[in-house]
T-cell receptor
Framework: GESVGLHLPTLSVQEGDNSIINCAYS??????FIWYKQESGKGPQFIID?????DKRQGQRVTVLLNKTVKHLSLQIAATQPGDSAVYFC??????????FGKGTRLHILP | EAGVAQSPRYKIIEKRQSVAFWCNPI?????LYWYQQILGQGPKLLIQ????????DSQLPKDRFSAERLKGVDSTLKIQPAKLEDSAVYLC?????????????FGQGTRLTVV
């Protein structure tokens, strides 16, 4: 079965607010963790990744936090915009570059 | 930079028929993945190639699915015979395969409907 999963299937956020999408994983041997964004009718798009030896990484408007103690990963999106509406997947990768996806969270932006 | 190309974009077949999907990865990418994404679920890895060799095919239903990457570039995924539960989007992805770069690029996928 899949070792990566998400707490919430749907998240509704007011435009301009910050979004936090959570993910739990079970494979403590994973080398890195990745967040993907998938818009309707498109393939997943890489957002940001984080190595297992890090606990925080920032990108443009996005921050990923990794808590290895509780095997938890989160994606924070600052100042959420309508274009952020999508399904977000966390995924994990190992030494063999195998990328395993979780089930996804749909982010819905409220006007 | 050209992205991952997949064809066809859509395919409708009857159960027990055969179907093939094609993928052209980004030039220079050694690793190629095929995923199956059933509606409402995350992509499920079917097979992973490193150049023209198979790295992992543990989730590939080998009684009906086959994949090849003969020259280490393009790849085809075949289903024979198809079942209703094979209805899904089949995604191809490629990556450079570097410890410093984990980014995998995905194609738009082929949406398969089995009726």
């Amino acid at each position: 079965g899949e070792s990566v999963g998400l707490h919430l299937p749907t998240l509704s956020v007011q435009e301009g607010d910050n979004s936090i999408i959570n993910c739990a994983y079970s494979n403590s041997a994973s080398d890195y963790f990745i967040w993907y964004k998938q818009e309707s009718g498109k393939g997943p798009q890489f957002i940001i990744d984080i190595r297992s030896n890090m606990d925080k990484r920032q990108g443009q408007r996005v921050t990923v936090l990794l808590n290895k103690t509780v095997k938890h990963l989160s994606l924070q999106i600052a100042a959420t915009q309508p274009g952020d509406s999508a399904v977000y997947f966390c995924a994990e990768g190992g030494w063999d570059d195998k990328i395993i996806f979780g089930k996804g969270t749909r982010l819905h932006i409220l006007p | 930079e050209a992205g991952v190309a997949q064809s066809p974009r859509y395919k409708i077949i009857e159960k027990r028929q055969s179907v093939a999907f094609w993928c052209n990865p980004i030039s220079g990418h050694a690793t190629l993945y095929w995923y199956q994404q059933i509606l409402g679920q995350g992509p499920k890895l079917l097979i992973q190639f490193q150049n023209n060799g198979v790295v992992d095919d543990s989730q590939l239903p080998k009684d009906r699915f086959s994949a090849e990457r003969l020259k280490g570039v393009d790849s085809t995924l075949k289903i024979q015979p198809a079942k209703l539960e094979d209805s899904a989007v089949y995604l191809c992805a490629s990556s450079f395969q570097s410890r410093a770069n984990t980014e995998a690029f995905f194609g738009q996928g082929t949406r398969l409907t089995v009726v």
